[in-house]
């Protein structure tokens, strides 16, 4: 069993999506003993955004068509897209930024989406490759968004480009109100302790059924 555990907040200690995911992940640890857990920080090491040297995907990185750059970019969103394709649950720290995700998060999710690896297109529409692992997301917010699908595009968009990939185990670790004051604070961080305990436990268990099956 692997475990791919992404931080993207930049905030180190003060970052309530770091202390989630740290705890999702000791949770999921308790439940599979055993569990390898490989770590990668988005906001210390982010890939770059998208570009005309990266925007491509291309296979062969000795092709000699190829520039430096381009074979730099390349084996950079190889690596990714390996480390993602070979992990069996992945935790992701997501935390809100102006109503969508962080963009190291956003630039991962662009190297890692790619045709052939983790999707391809057939005559009936798009078919994603990547299925068959867990997702467990831990959503912060400074604010109250449940509810307010018009202003959600970070839950939503990480849940439709996840399923596009063909993830449809997808489960949210939910701390909203984080900027609200200390009594909805407390509330949210209280929430998201039932998350955990819920959703990680169970899906962890879940994991040992197919196993066993």
Request: proline share 3%.
């Amino acid at each position: 069993m692997k475990l791919l555990h992404i931080d993207s907040s930049p905030l180190g200690a003060n970052s309530v999506s770091r202390e989630l995911t740290r705890r999702i992940v000791a949770q999921w640890q308790s439940t599979r003993p055993g569990t390898v857990v490989e770590y990668l920080d988005l906001a210390v090491d982010a890939p770059g955004h998208l570009n005309m040297d990266s925007l491509g995907f291309r296979l062969g990185l000795d092709d000699a068509t190829l520039t430096v750059a381009q074979k730099r970019e390349n084996a950079l969103s190889e690596q990714l897209v390996s480390q993602f394709l070979a992990a069996d649950v992945v935790v992701v720290g997501a935390p809100m930024y102006n109503f969508s995700v962080p963009s190291q998060l956003k630039a991962w999710i662009d190297r890692i989406a790619q045709a052939g690896r983790t999707f391809k297109y057939t005559e009936a529409g798009p078919v994603g490759l990547a299925g068959g692992k867990t997702v467990i997301v831990a959503s912060t917010r400074g604010g109250a968004y449940a509810g307010a699908p018009q202003m959600d595009h970070q839950e939503s968009y990480l849940r439709t480009v996840l399923g596009f990939l063909g993830v449809t185990d997808v489960r949210f670790v939910r701390a909203e109100g984080m900027a609200m004051g200390d009594a909805a604070k407390a509330a949210g961080l209280a929430a998201a302790e039932g998350d955990i305990l819920a959703h990680v436990t169970e899906a962890a268990n879940e994991g040992k059924a197919a196993i066993r099956a």
